[in-house]
């Protein structure tokens, strides 16, 4: 309200850094070669073997 009173821009930024928002979902990777190979030969029953959806397992390889 003071912004607004003197006639300046009013600031809307977040306050809020670093802390907001989902938090990362832990996938653990080093279980990869333990699956049989026929289990992990598509995104999608990689995904079910490690207990993950394929667009989460898709984006951590895209990294």
Avoid: Y
């Avoid at 009173?5 to 990869?32: H, M, T, W």
């Amino acid at each position: 309200m003071e912004q607004i009173a003197e006639g300046l821009e009013v600031d809307v930024s977040n306050q809020k850094k670093r802390r907001c928002g989902r938090k990362p979902k832990d996938i653990n990777l080093e279980k990869i070669p333990t699956i049989p190979p026929n289990k992990r030969s598509t995104i999608r029953s990689l995904a079910w073997q490690l207990g993950c959806s394929p667009t989460t397992l898709h984006r951590k390889f895209k990294l």
